[in-house]
């Protein structure tokens, strides 16, 4: 079965310092997809950075990156210079890739980060 | 990016009665919406894939009598909660894939109705 596992429910941070976030995954796929999605307060869930089972390189966004390390089956977020607007809920996910007929996500629990002024 | 709406926001509504949400995708056409529900302080959880001109594929566990998905259009999913009771009180989520191309074949979310039953 799969499984994503975040162990932090919650973090803090000082403003302009860097966190990561973790996550662990379990899954028999050759083929998947890991997801970084940021919930504020508001709801509404936020794409961050995507990482594909058969990427080489650690994929980056701006001020995100993921720390991948596939042997080991882990995914970690790192945010680089903390803002107060990144105070947020953060959840890791995975698509599972069956040959395009459905694109179904499994999300962990979830991390909520406070960035402390 | 792509865009995905909800309609409405926030719900109230008496016990025993059904409340229909809507999801659009705005600027493109989503021929696969999924639904989530989310507790206070919990995870997404799968509720169902809505295919456009077919049934919903239900996960384990949901009621497809009670949460009637219908993907009328290539831009439109609702979500009806029948006869509502107050355990159905959540934070609903549609999203949408964007057709083939789009990298990553990342869904987009709606920005959720949070429903409560009195």
């Known amino acids: 079965a799969q499984k994503i596992t975040q162990t932090q429910p919650g973090m803090f941070v000082q403003e302009k310092e860097a966190v990561t976030l973790d996550c662990t995954y379990d899954?028999?796929?050759?083929?998947?997809?890991l997801f970084w999605y940021k919930q504020p307060s508001s709801g509404e869930m936020i794409f961050l950075i995507y990482?594909?089972?058969?990427?080489?390189q650690n994929a980056t966004e701006g001020r995100y990156s993921l720390n991948f390390q596939k042997a080991r089956k882990s995914a970690n977020l790192v945010i680089s210079a903390s803002q107060l607007g990144d105070s947020a809920m953060y959840f890791c996910?995975?698509?599972?890739?069956?040959?395009?007929?459905?694109?179904?996500?499994?999300f962990g629990t979830g991390t909520l980060l406070a960035v402390q002024p | 990016g792509a865009v995905v709406s909800q309609h409405p926001s926030r719900v109230i509504c008496k016990s025993g009665t059904s409340v229909k949400i809507e999801c659009r995708s705005l600027?493109?056409?989503?021929?696969?919406m999924f639904w989530y529900r989310q507790f206070p302080k919990q995870s997404l959880m799968l509720m169902a894939t809505?295919?456009?001109?077919?049934?919903?594929?239900?996960e384990q566990g949901v009621e497809k009598d009670k949460f009637l998905i219908n993907h009328a259009s290539l831009t439109l999913s609702t979500l009806t909660v029948t006869s509502a009771h107050p355990e159905d009180s959540s934070f609903y989520i549609c999203?949408?894939?964007?057709?083939?191309?789009?990298?990553?074949?990342?869904?987009?979310f709606g920005p959720g109705t949070r429903l409560t039953v009195l």
């Open positions: 899954t028999s796929d050759q083929s998947y997809g």
């Open positions: 600027d493109f056409q989503a021929t696969t």
């Open positions: 999203s949408a894939i964007r057709p083939p191309g789009a990298p990553y074949n990342e869904q987009f």
């Open positions: 809505s295919n456009e001109g077919s049934k919903a594929t239900y």
């Open positions: 990482q594909g089972s058969y990427d080489e």
């Open positions: 996910a995975m698509r599972r890739w069956d040959g395009g007929a459905t694109n179904k996500l499994i």
